[in-house]
């Protein structure tokens, strides 16, 4: 019964847990609002891989916002139509496992939106099979994603009419 019990998790082991997840994966969102002709950017972390790679301690307390926000203007960079799109911090929140970091850029001037690049290599540092999802969302257009890996830490989204 207690084997049974372990299975379904329903009571905690008495040995020492292993690591909270077995997967090494983030989130990164980029939304486009036509509105105000800018991007939203919204990367979702675990806390444990970010404290431990900015730490090295993945139990310890998680570092401060400023720390975080430089951290990650250092690993993720965004393109419009080839140019670049500085991002301005807009907020940081942290529930249970889970840290999200969001940006936002200006208000974009010019021509239509033909392609959208992100450079994500957010923890590629510190684990070696850490995956980077990337979602593209424009109104009135099909989600675009890609898996983002040391091996391939950009991808190009191209718009279409």
Known sequence: ???????LGLVQPIWPAAKCHDFKI???EVA???SGRY????????????????TGQSKGPLPSRDIIVQYALKHVELRVNGADQPLQFRALRQ???QTLVE???SPMTGSPLAAVSIYDCLLLEKFQQQ???VYLLVPGKEKQSEALDRQKPTVTFNIQP
């Open 26 to 28: 983030s989130v990164c």
């Open 103 to 105: 940006f936002t850029t």
């Open 39 to 54: 991007f939203g950017v919204k990367i979702y972390l675990f806390t444990d891989d970010l404290t431990e790679t900015l």
């Open 32 to 34: 486009y609002e036509p």
């Open 95 to 97: 529930k249970d496992d």
């Open 131 to 133: 995956t980077n999802m």
């Open 1 to 7: 019964m207690i084997l049974l019990l372990l299975l």
